[in-house]
């Protein structure tokens, strides 16, 4: 079966998740986690994100590829666990009264972790082949909240009806 994905055009979060399918951990054969709304990249997909902290700032490289993708997605923030590894970018997912939070985990070592425990804001960066842009305007890059959570909140939430 193949999918129109003119049909999906204006849905940015469905084509972000189908751009990163092959990369998702859930999708594969053998994946025996009890999540359901959180897509979990792999070692490999994770590779492709940059991470840094600069000048105050922490920042996280998006290849350019995917880029302008990750600008049209209803971000809500990205959410961290002290001690735990991982970065969970929190999105909305569906259309009123169908919408719920979902995420997507970067895979991101807890050391990293724990030294952006104190920021409020990640920004997102176009990244190219040749790294970081480190000038940042509203065409190669954006900002959302950053905070420190317990757990998997998203998934507790029901589903609107």
Not at 34 to 46: R, V
Not at 67 to 96: S, T
Not at 129 to 146: A, D, M, Q, R, V
Request: charged share 20%; aromatic share 12%.
């Amino acid at each position: 079966m193949e999918i129109d994905i003119n049909k999906y055009s204006n849905n940015k979060e469905l084509l972000m998740l189908m751009e990163l399918a092959h990369e998702i951990s859930n999708y594969q054969d053998g994946f025996k986690g009890k999540i359901n709304h959180t897509f979990i990249l792999g070692p490999a997909g994770s590779s492709c994100f940059g991470f840094e902290v600069r000048d105050d700032n922490v920042l996280l490289g998006v290849p350019e590829e995917l880029f302008e993708l990750f600008m049209g997605v209803r971000w809500y923030v990205a959410n961290i666990i002290k001690d735990k590894p991982g970065l969970y970018l929190v999105f909305e997912m569906g259309i009123h009264p169908k919408n719920h939070p979902v995420a997507l985990r970067i895979y991101t070592r807890t050391k990293r972790v724990n030294a952006i425990l104190n920021f409020n804001k990640i920004i997102f960066v176009k990244m190219t082949n040749n790294g970081f842009s480190y000038h940042l305007t509203p065409k190669t890059s954006f900002e959302i909240p950053l905070k420190v959570v317990e757990g998997l909140d998203w998934e507790k939430i029901s589903l609107n009806n």
